[in-house]
């Protein structure tokens, strides 16, 4: 994949501007405040949907405009695709894969592959948890787009589930009785399930996707600090799995979830859930986010985010030559196929049609 174009237009502070990427590298230099990050913004958005300085759109789009748009041509091997990003100040952002406009914004995901790295990653070992699960979060969404729809999903029920506990905490403090302690129970019941199943596939992806990337940074940071250092990577997951077997990640999810029951209750929030999960990052068996030195800490944001890279690359080589054969390409994409093909895997296609 190789980003041939990128044109912005009202967009952070570009109001029209179309960058041409010639070379197998490009170097952005300018002044301060000149719009470098902006430009690297821009792609993360296309890679990722999301920018990690900004979650409103109205920032996204030029001060004087309403509307913003990231256009960009990419070659693949099987030719070209381009990707466009809508944004406005007030109103949804829509997506379009080769100006054809497309319903679900998962499928936008995962065409245009990205790994950033920049001095604010350190917030990634030093920062709060939620810093490494979005980490995760991002990379999971490039290699399995469908996380952002399972990730999305239980957000959705955990701020139901939220709802319904403040709720009813709510109603204890002030003595009201809107909802019967039976419809609680039920209500509860209803959404203990729902985030027991959601949460345990957010669960058991983020424990394989570490498992994956884990030994590659590992190696990594092995080679960068001169086999001085011993890395370990640890998820520790709110509800512990035992073994990648969804039936028991939701059974031990419920269990939890009883026996938290008497502190969500009081506190009138959700505290079982991959909303609360860490992982932990030591070196030579000490916490590096509290005793790791800068450097230390440098090292560590490099070998992960080199491992991001190679993962990527190692997942979606994979995803390329997943479908050796027609029939199966048939059975995992039985309509609007070629298209769909072309979106997440090349080579097969040429593959398929050496067969
Ligand atoms: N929605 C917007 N409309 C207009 N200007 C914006 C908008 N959002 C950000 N800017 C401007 O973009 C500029 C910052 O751009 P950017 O962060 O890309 O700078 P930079 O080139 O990376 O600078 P530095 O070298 O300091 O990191 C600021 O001047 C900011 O005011
Ligand atoms: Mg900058």
Redesign the pocket.
């Known amino acids: 994949m190789y980003l041939k174009t990128l044109h912005l237009r009202q967009f ?2 570009y109001q029209d501007c179309l960058v041409n990427f010639n070379a197998p590298k490009t170097i952005l230099v ?1 002044d ?8 690297l913004e821009a792609v993360e958005l296309l890679a990722t949907l999301k920018s990690h300085r900004s979650v409103r759109d109205r ?5 004087e405009a309403t509307v913003g748009e990231i256009r960009a041509n990419l070659e693949r091997a099987y030719g070209s695709v381009e990707l466009s990003v809508t944004l406005r100040s007030q109103g949804r952002r829509t997506v379009a894969l080769n100006q054809e406009s497309l319903r679900r914004q998962l499928d936008f995901l995962g065409i245009l592959n990205a790994v950033q790295f920049s001095s604010l990653d350190l917030e990634l070992v030093r920062g709060a948890p939620e810093k490494r699960r979005n980490w995760l979060d991002s990379i999971l969404t490039q290699l399995e787009p469908i996380y952002a729809y399972i990730l999305q999903q239980y957000n959705q029920i955990l701020r139901q589930r939220n709802a319904l506990l403040k709720k009813i905490r709510k109603q204890e403090i002030e003595g009201t009785n809107e909802l019967s302690s039976q419809e609680q129970i039920d209500q509860l019941a209803l959404w203990d399930a729902q985030l027991a199943t959601a949460g345990s596939r957010v669960t058991r992806r983020r424990a394989r996707m570490l498992q994956r990337l884990a030994p590659i940074a590992q190696a990594w940071h092995t080679s960068i600090s001169g086999a001085t250092e011993v890395l370990d990577i640890n998820y520790a997951p709110n509800v512990s799995l035992e073994e990648d077997d969804p039936e028991g990640v939701q059974k031990a999810f419920l269990s939890k979830i009883q026996q938290r029951r008497i502190p969500e209750q009081h506190q009138g929030t959700t505290l079982v859930g991959p909303h609360r999960d860490e992982v932990e990052f030591t070196i030579n068996q000490t916490p590096a986010r509290a005793y790791g030195s800068q450097g230390q800490q440098r090292t560590l944001v490099l070998a992960l985010k080199l491992a991001e890279l190679k993962l990527i690359e190692e997942v979606v080589i994979k995803n390329l030559l997943t479908f050796t054969s027609y029939s199966e390409f048939k059975r995992v994409f039985p309509y609007d196929g070629a298209r769909k093909l072309s979106r997440w895997a090349q080579k097969p296609w040429t593959c398929l049609a050496s067969k």
């Open positions: 952070r502070n300018g301060n405040a000149q719009g470098k990050s902006n430009l920032e996204l789009v030029w001060e």
